[in-house]
C-alpha cells in the first residue's frame, strides 16, 4: 500500500512570492489534513478536508488556503508568503477510525 | 476549545532506566488520546491510542480522566525509542490537536 505523498519536498521562495504545496493521499481515504511544524512550534494545524470539503481550518491567516480534488488529492497554498512560514508542511489522510497517516512533508524555505 | 500540554520539551534517560512522557489535555466532552512518534529520518506514525488499551514497542498510556492525563510509561527504555514524542487529542467529528511534543533521548 503506497503511503501519503507530498511534493515537492523542498521549495525556496523569496518573500511576497506564492508556494504551492501538494498530497496525494493513500487510497480510499477522503479525509485529508495539513499541519504545520516550525522549529520549536510543535504541529500546528492548518486545514482539513473531507469529501472535497474545508470542515475545519487553524488558527491561521487567510493567505494560507488549499483545495481537496475530486480524487481526493489537496493542495496547500500559501500567498504572500513572509520569512515566519518558513517550516515543514505536513499532509496526513485518515481512514474511518480517525488515525491519521503522514507524508514526509514538504520543506519551505522563505528568503 | 481543546488543547494538548506536554509539560517537557527535552527528557533524557539511560538504557534500562523507566521512562514518562506527561500529556495533559483540556477538553468538556470525552476525548479520545493518542501517543504519535517520529523516529530520526522517519515520518510521523501512530504509536498508540487509548481505545486499542495495546502495549506497543513496550509503551503502555493509561487515560486518566480525573486527571485529564494520557501519560506515555515505559519500564525499560531501549536507544531506540529515542524519538519525537506527539501527543494528540480527537474529539468526535474534529480534527487532531497535537502537543508540543517530548524529545526522549536514551543514553546508552
Known amino acids: 500500500e503506497a503511503g501519503v505523498t507530498q511534493s515537492p519536498t523542498h521549495l525556496i521562495k523569496t518573500r511576497g512570492q506564492q508556494a504551492t504545496l501538494r498530497c496525494s493521499p493513500i487510497?480510499?481515504?477522503?479525509?485529508v489534513y495539513w499541519y504545520q511544524q516550525a522549529l520549536g512550534l510543535g504541529l500546528q494545524f492548518l486545514l482539513w478536508y473531507d469529501e472535497g470539503e474545508e470542515r475545519n481550518r487553524g488558527n491561521f491567516p487567510p493567505r494560507f488556503s488549499g483545495r481537496q480534488f475530486p480524487n481526493y488529492s489537496s493542495e496547500l497554498n500559501v500567498n504572500a508568503l513572509e520569512l515566519e512560514d518558513s517550516a515543514l508542511y505536513l499532509c496526513?489522510?485518515?481512514?474511518?477510525?480517525?488515525?491519521?497517516?503522514f507524508g514526509e512533508g514538504s520543506r519551505l524555505t522563505v528568503l | 476549545a481543546q488543547r494538548v500540554t506536554q509539560p517537557e520539551k527535552l527528557l533524557s534517560v539511560f538504557k534500562g532506566a523507566p521512562v514518562e512522557l506527561k500529556c495533559n489535555y483540556s477538553y468538556s466532552g470525552s476525548p479520545e488520546l493518542f501517543w504519535y512518534v517520529q523516529y530520526s529520518r522517519q515520518r510521523l506514525q501512530l504509536l498508540l491510542r487509548h481505545i486499542s488499551r495495546e502495549s506497543i514497542k513496550g509503551f503502555t498510556a493509561d487515560l486518566n480522566k480525573g486527571e485529564t492525563s494520557f501519560h506515555l510509561k515505559k519500564p525499560f527504555a531501549q536507544e531506540e525509542d529515542s524519538a519525537m514524542y506527539y501527543c494528540?487529542?480527537?474529539?468526535?467529528?474534529?480534527?487532531?490537536?497535537f502537543g508540543e511534543g517530548t524529545q526522549l533521548t536514551v543514553n546508552p
Open positions: 496526513a489522510s485518515s481512514r474511518w477510525d480517525g488515525e491519521l497517516f
Open positions: 494528540a487529542l480527537s474529539a468526535w467529528g474534529s480534527r487532531l490537536t
Open positions: 487510497s480510499g481515504h477522503t479525509s
